[in-house]
């Protein structure tokens, strides 16, 4: 075991679980391979040929993509619509890798002495299998120990849950355990466990399926440097990539979720969902608006899923709410398709919801981050019309088969893939690229089925 100074806890996320599950190499890259905190410093060694050879494969992706669009403006006078959606469409999904390419964390001068008093507080219900390596890997946090507590909150566990966090209290006597009385849900739990530490200056909340690195929370404090910031959403990747062809697809989705989209938001201190499985926020921030949050209803029924998205809105008014791509944690994701559709449709009730809200704040941001959050809004509700237009009404009412459709779905999905490589170097990218094929078949009716159930505010995994 590493030893550390006595005002230090000494144990890493590393130590209390089996490393060989984890894809270590690709998701906590070593000091060589990882970006500098501005991110443009390129790869070393003999990693570079492979590092320029793909960015050079992206330029030609976009290139002619392009090219394809400027042979096809013919079609602007046929279908107007359809083929001013595809332009729109290139614009924002390139344009996000502009913005996120262009975002560089400015941390404020002391924020590298910045120590605040912080506490992490974890939600549980029925983790039994998880919930004790995600308690070690938040104890073994490398932050000095008389400015750090750990707070666990069983909500009416139906499985052995709450007997895996007694065994890890006994070893570790520091952790507080608030056993719940009665199932409330997520919210409640989140604000019962923010009771019992009125006096940290930032909470950070983590999911009870996911593991924070040792050094993680040392480096998303420091943008709590900055007075004017009341959340900082951490980098979270996928723990169990390796089990199954659709949990690979989602290391992808969260990579780029997370790495471009998060931080082209980030550009303009205006991230829209802080994820629950590991974000952090300023109390003073939480505390004017946790009733509210907790007491929150849509249609005259209370809110039960959405918990981040909607605890983020609370903020965005007031509050700078960033990403912090150096402080990383890994989180288990579905990994059999009937599990992740519910989690899919629960996710897009909640993004049904919250951007309703959002929607009456973005105005105020810069213009260009209210452009393309509203085209973000705009943009979905129509995908599902493209689909049905480009894979039935073309080919077999119009004649026309969809190549450049399925064309253009298929040079994005290398492009994801192949910025996801270069990213990560993960050997397992090229399985990620199915994603943008499973969304457009799949996925994309979820929304019109989560519109017309929208008052069913059941999680559906419970």
């Known amino acids: 075991m590493t030893q550390v100074e006595p005002t ?10 089996d490393t060989e599950t984890i894809p270590l190499p690709h998701v906590f890259p070593t ?7 501005g991110g443009r410093r390129g790869p070393r060694g003999g990693h570079r040929i492979e590092w320029w050879s793909i960015a050079i494969a992206l330029t030609v ?4 993509i392009c090219v394809a669009k400027a042979l096809t403006l013919e079609n602007f006078e046929r279908s107007p619509v359809w083929a001013g959606y595809s332009i729109v469409v290139m614009v924002f999904i390139f344009g996000r890798f502009v913005l996120a390419w262009c975002y560089r964390p400015r941390l404020p001068p002391d924020s590298e002495t910045f120590l605040p008093t912080v506490a992490i507080v974890v939600p549980a219900y029925n983790e039994e299998g998880a919930i004790s390596a995600t308690l070690e890997a938040c104890l073994g946090i490398n932050y000095p120990a008389d400015k750090f507590q750990v707070v666990v909150v069983d909500d009416c566990s139906t499985d052995a849950t709450l007997a895996r966090i007694r065994e890890t209290q006994r070893r570790f006597p520091e952790l507080l355990v608030v056993p719940g009385r009665v199932n409330r849900g997520k919210r409640h739990v989140m604000a019962e466990g923010m009771k019992y530490v009125p006096d940290a200056d930032i909470l950070v909340f983590i999911d009870s399926d996911s593991l924070v690195r040792n050094d993680a929370i040392r480096k998303i404090v420091r943008y709590f440097a900055d007075p004017a910031v009341g959340a900082v959403c951490g980098h979270t990747d996928v723990l169990n990539a390796d089990k199954s062809l659709l949990a690979r697809m989602q290391a992808l989705q969260y990579f780029i979720a997370f790495n471009v989209h998060k931080s082209a938001e980030a550009l303009f ?7 629950g499985c590991f974000s952090a926020y300023r109390q003073a921030a939480l505390s004017p ?10 249609f005259g029924q209370p809110s039960t899923y959405g918990d981040d998205r909607s605890l983020t809105n609370f903020l965005l008014r007031d509050w700078r709410v960033l990403y912090a791509p150096d402080a990383k944690a890994l989180t288990a994701v579905p990994e059999k398709l009937p599990q992740f559709l519910r989690q899919q449709l629960r996710w897009k009730k909640s993004w049904l919801r919250e951007t309703m809200r959002a929607s009456r704040v973005m105005w105020r941001k810069p213009p260009i981050m209210a452009f393309f959050y509203y085209l973000s809004v705009a943009l979905p509700f129509f995908a599902p019309q493209v689909v049905f237009h480009a894979l039935v009404i073309s080919p077999y009412f119009l004649w026309t088969p969809p190549v450049w459709y399925l064309g253009g779905i298929a040079a994005i999905a290398l492009f994801y893939g192949l910025y996801y490589r270069m990213k990560t170097r993960d050997p397992a990218w090229y ?29 559906g995994t419970r």
């Open 8 to 17: 230090e806890r000494g144990r890493t996320a590393l130590d209390v679980v």
């Open 31 to 37: 000091a060589e391979e990882a970006p500098s905190r």
């Open 61 to 64: 992706i976009v290139a002619l």
């Open 269 to 275: 201190g205006s991230v829209t969902c802080c994820s």
């Open 289 to 298: 608006i946790v009733e509210k949050w907790v007491n929150q209803q849509f």
């Open 431 to 459: 399985r990620g690229i199915f994603f943008s094929i499973f969304y457009t078949v799949l996925l994309v009716w979820q929304l019109p089925y989560a519109i017309f159930t929208i008052r069913d505010s059941k999680w």
